[in-house]
């Protein structure tokens, strides 16, 4: 009987190795393309991620150097810097290198091209909401004094109620009707910024005070 049970499980090895070679014999080109992908895959992986962490420190020195250029008194060349780096697409420092470029513009006293770098980052899609209505409150902040009112209405038009910078927008906007000449128009402003409870604490504070200056809050 144990003769037979050996036999047997001889057989049935013999039989799962035959099974197992026609297995492999069938499927041995597939096997062999899926695995040198696999391979290829993860080679290309690490090139990629050390490209990126490349480009990543390349971005940062570069950064850097903007800064001191900046630091040096040197505002047009290193607006210029940071406009190479903002128009580079590099990850974490194209917003930032954008800002800055506008920054470093307006300590070069040139309002139009600092008020035009922060109109690019407000119509540029690619970046978070927030920061384009950012860049929409300082193009009409800056541009205050040399824009038409029409212009700085149209800029803080585009920053929405649930924008984080609404209470700032609206703001400015009263001190825009004010300097356009519409008195009425500016208390009405800032009647409504005062009495909102969802407005900052600080636009309100400021509003009121604003308004006690005017005359005081424009009636119904």
Excluded: C
């Amino acid at each position: 009987m144990a003769e037979k049970d050996t036999f047997i499980q001889e057989v049935d090895e013999d039989y799962r190795r035959d099974q197992m070679l026609k297995q492999w014999q069938r499927f041995r080109i597939p096997l062999i393309v899926a695995l040198v992908a696999l391979l290829g895959g993860v080679a290309g992986y690490q090139i990629w991620h050390a490209h990126k962490i490349e480009r990543t420190e390349a971005a940062a020195r570069a950064f850097v150097a903007a800064q001191t250029l900046g630091q040096e008194g040197k505002h047009a060349e290193a607006a210029q810097a940071f406009a190479s780096l903002a128009s580079g697409g590099h990850d974490g420092y194209g917003l930032l290198a954008a800002f800055q470029k506008a920054g470093q513009l307006l300590r070069a006293k040139d309002v139009t091209g600092a008020v035009a770098a922060y109109d690019a980052i407000a119509g540029n899609s690619a970046y978070d909401a927030n920061f384009r209505d950012l860049a929409r409150y300082y193009a009409a902040l800056n541009g205050l004094e040399s824009l038409p009112a029409e212009e700085i209405r149209r800029r803080l038009g585009g920053i929405p109620t649930t924008s984080p910078w609404n209470s700032n927008a609206r703001e400015l906007l009263a001190l825009a009707e004010l300097k356009a000449g519409d008195r009425n128009q500016a208390r009405k402003l800032l009647t409504e910024l005062a009495d909102d409870a969802a407005a900052s604490p600080g636009a309100r504070g400021r509003a009121s005070e604003l308004l006690a200056a005017l005359g005081g809050p424009l009636n119904p």
